[in-house]
């Protein structure tokens, strides 16, 4: 055999061993491949859900500055308005109990003269 026959066969013989080889480095790559698309795909969800993030935080700190500066103030002046209004209520409930016990006295008294000035004398 030649030089050029041994070379030959030995090209054959590695070519025979490393294809497989090959075959399954392209299968790798294209699995990484897939594999880099998912990661691009999973990274733009997650900066998306970051956004959201962002924007509910936004919108949560403007909700709070809401509550603290309008609604909390408000609410406080609505309680001390009820709390006024059932004081008044309260003292005039206690003032009309009062003219109504005054008023059962009086008309006790009155029926009482009355009998009393009907009578001859």
Known sequence: ??????LLEISN????QLLPIVDRLDQLEGRMERLE????????RVTALENRMDKSELE???????IETQLLPMQKELSAYGMSTYRRYEKATNQTESMEQDLHILMRVVAEHSKELSRPS
């Open 1 to 6: 055999m030649t030089d050029n026959e041994l």
């Open 13 to 16: 013989i590695m070519h025979t």
């Open 37 to 44: 698309t998912r990661m691009d795909s999973l990274e733009a």
């Open 60 to 66: 949560v700190r403007e909700v709070k500055t809401l």
